[in-house]
């Protein structure tokens, strides 16, 4: 059963979290539908107002959850236990515009707080969000992030969204 813990209580290595165990970006709501993707790249840290905490996400064009997160208030960032790494691969392969990936991945969605997340999650970050800008190609001050991140000139969607919820399955993420 996931619990509600102030973000001042979290502990884990940021850099491990993102770039190690993966997220699911998620955005969506039960009469529309919803949409998640494995990221692996993004930031968390404080931001604006009183240091509000926030989770920065990029998404490229292409991603079918990228639709979801334009059009909603808020997305999720799901972070599953590794038991699950073949279903979180799989989610980051596979377009949910050609099939029921949420579904085929066997992920039960719960749809709350205006977004959605899953019932296996073990830490949810439910964020508002506050900001969105396109990558420019004319902004890159090392030419070699375009040449191996974006031959194709695809280039990601920036979100910052500000934590506004933290579920935890248990303590592993406390101090």
Known sequence: MLKEVNYKDLKF???NLIGGEWMLASAGNE???CN???VSWGGL????????PVATIYLRPSRYTKTFVDKEEFFTLCVMDKS???QMAYLG??????EDKIKKAGLEPVFADGTVY????????VCRKMYA????????FYPKTIEESYPQRDFHTMYIGKIEKVLVRDDEYLK
């Open 13 to 15: 290595n940021p850099f």
């Open 31 to 33: 009469k529309d539908g």
């Open 36 to 38: 998640t993707m494995t």
């Open 45 to 52: 840290g404080c931001l604006w107002g009183h240091n509000d």
């Open 84 to 86: 699950f790494k073949k």
């Open 93 to 98: 392969s596979v377009s949910g515009r050609d």
């Open 118 to 125: 899953f019932s296996q999650v073990k830490l949810v970050l």
């Open 133 to 140: 800008q396109e990558l420019q190609e004319k902004d890159f």
